[in-house]
C-alpha cells in the first residue's frame, strides 16, 4: 500500500513555542491531505483539509492561526502548532488521500505525540 | 454522511474468525462504506471499502447487506496483532475536490486473545 511518513513521532516542547509536524506521502502525489487530532481514549477528530497550492479548510472550532498549514508540493503538507499551551498536548495524525471516484482510500502517518509543558 | 452505529468491544479467540458488524440504517444510494482500524498509538490502516457488492481483499471480507443498511467486516483468522479499534465509515465518495474527508466514530475495540 501507499506510505504516508509524518515527523516527528514525538515532540515535547515548552509552552509558548512553535512546533512543526511534516506529512509526506513517498510513494504518490496528494493534492489532498488531512490532519486529525486524538485525545486518549478518544476517536479522531478532522481538525483541516490541506489543499496542494491553496489554502486549508479547516473545521468548525479550529483556529486557523493556531494551528497553520501549509501544503506547497503535492507530496508535502505541514502543521504548525504555534504558541503551543498544555491543552495543545495531543496525538496529531495526518493523511493523505490516493485515487478518486469509487476507488480512493486514506492512507495515515503514524501519528505525532505532542506534549506541551 | 450517514451516521454508522457499531458494539464499542468485542472479543475473539486467536485464530477464529472476527465478525464486526456495522449498522448504517440511513445510508444513502451513492455512499460507501469504508472500514479502518488503529492499533494503539499508531496512525489508522485502511482495510477495505464497498459499495454494495461482497469485497474481499488479502486483509478481510466486506459483507454488505441487501439493503445496505448493515454490514459485516470479517477477518478470518485473527491473531493477535488484529488487536485493534476497528472504524465502519460511511461516505460520499466524490471526484474530486477538497470536501472529501472522512468522520471517524468511536469504533469497536477488537481484542483477539490467545
Known amino acids: 500500500g501507499a506510505v504516508v511518513s509524518q515527523h516527528p513521532s514525538r515532540v515535547i516542547c515548552k509552552s509558548g513555542t512553535s512546533v512543526k509536524i511534516e506529512c509526506r506521502s513517498l510513494d504518490f502525489q496528494a493534492t489532498t491531505m488531512f490532519w486529525y487530532r486524538q485525545f486518549p481514549k478518544q476517536s479522531l477528530m478532522l481538525m483541516a483539509t490541506s489543499n496542494e497550492g491553496s489554502k486549508a479548510t479547516y473545521e468548525q472550532g479550529v483556529e486557523k492561526d493556531k494551528f497553520l498549514i501549509n501544503h506547497a508540493s503535492l507530496t508535502l503538507s505541514t502543521l504548525t502548532v504555534t504558541s503551543a499551551h498544555p491543552e495543545d498536548s495531543s496525538f496529531y495524525i495526518c493523511s493523505a488521500r490516493l485515487g478518486v471516484g469509487g476507488g480512493e482510500k486514506l492512507f495515515f502517518g503514524s501519528g505525532t505525540q505532542l506534549s506541551v509543558l | 454522511d450517514a451516521k454508522t452505529t457499531q458494539p464499542p468491544s468485542m472479543d475473539c479467540a486467536e485464530g477464529r474468525a472476527a465478525n464486526l458488524p456495522c449498522n448504517h440504517s440511513?445510508?444513502?444510494?451513492?455512499?460507501?462504506v469504508y472500514w479502518y482500524r488503529q492499533i494503539h498509538s499508531q496512525g489508522p490502516q485502511y482495510i477495505i471499502h464497498?459499495?454494495?457488492n461482497n469485497e474481499t481483499n488479502e486483509m478481510a471480507s466486506l459483507i454488505i447487506t441487501e439493503d445496505r443498511k448493515s454490514s459485516t467486516l470479517i477477518l478470518p483468522h485473527a491473531t493477535l496483532r488484529d488487536t485493534a479499534v476497528y472504524y465502519c465509515?460511511?461516505?460520499?465518495?466524490?471526484?474530486?475536490?477538497?470536501?472529501?474527508?472522512?468522520?471517524f466514530g468511536k469504533g469497536t475495540l477488537l481484542t483477539v486473545n490467545p
Open positions: 464497498g459499495l454494495k
Open positions: 440511513t445510508i444513502s444510494g451513492n455512499e460507501y
Open positions: 465509515i460511511v461516505r460520499v465518495s466524490h471526484s474530486g475536490g477538497s470536501n472529501y474527508k472522512l468522520t
